[in-house]
């Protein structure tokens, strides 16, 4: 259900992206990064419909206290919400109109050597974030629900994967189709 529920919210998310007639670059990546925070937003109250249709008024044997749907809602809404960031910090990380990816190509000017040691440490950096909201997520779940909580939130976090699919298909198309366009030497209205 919470699939269901995702797929769902996801198809009204495309929606804004058909409103929104955008034709440069920005525009259409500004319009895919609000994508996943519309679908964020759409799949909380979603989420909670799921839980309290589908579960019973009390959740026994996960553990020690009985539980109610709200818990299973809460463990949703961690990995839902986490998932979110971990998309906007991915995105700082790797997109090329963030300080990041401009400094490793910087690094580039000094030697292979300093853009290796460079780019290791930026990956590495990089990863703080979402483990830590992997972590807490997981911790937070456990605590609620036991491992049905963990599985909650690892569902609550691929519960709006359509949008971010869409998101992560983006980029390395667009890309490839602009440098095949280059390598034509085709002019800018054709890219």
Same mark, same amino acid.
């Given at each position: 259900m919470i699939s269901a529920f995702g797929i769902i919210v996801c198809l009204f998310t495309s929606l804004v992206a058909y409103a929104s007639k955008s034709e440069s670059f920005k525009a259409v990546s500004d319009v895919l990064k609000y994508q996943l925070l519309i679908s964020t937003i759409l799949a909380t109250p979603a989420l909670y419909l799921a839980a309290y249709i589908t579960l019973p008024e009390?959740? +026994?044997g996960f553990v020690e206290v009985d539980r109610t749907p709200y818990d299973a809602w809460i463990c949703t809404l961690f990995g839902l919400w986490s998932g979110m960031i971990i998309g906007y910090v $991915?995105? +700082? +990380? *790797? /997109?090329? /109109? +963030? #300080? =990041?990816?401009?400094?490793?190509a910087k690094s580039c000017e000094t030697g292979a050597a300093t853009n290796i040691i460079y780019?290791? %440490? &930026?990956?590495? &950096? /990089? *990863? @703080?974030? =979402?483990? @830590? &909201? &992997?972590?807490? $997520? !997981?911790? !937070?779940?456990? *605590?609620l629900l036991g491992m049905l909580g963990v599985a909650l939130g690892a569902l609550g976090m691929l519960s709006t994967l359509a949008v971010g699919l869409a998101i992560d298909g983006y980029g390395p198309i667009s890309d490839? %189709? #602009? #440098?095949? *366009?280059?390598? !034509?030497e085709l002019g800018d209205e054709v890219r």
């Open positions: 009390r959740i +026994y $991915t995105e +700082y +990380y *790797t /997109s090329h /109109s +963030y #300080g =990041p990816v401009r400094e490793v780019g290791l %440490a &930026l990956g590495q &950096l /990089s *990863t @703080i974030v =979402p483990v @830590i &909201l &992997l972590a807490v $997520t !997981a911790f !937070a779940c456990h *605590t490839n %189709a #602009g #440098g095949l *366009t280059e390598m !034509a």
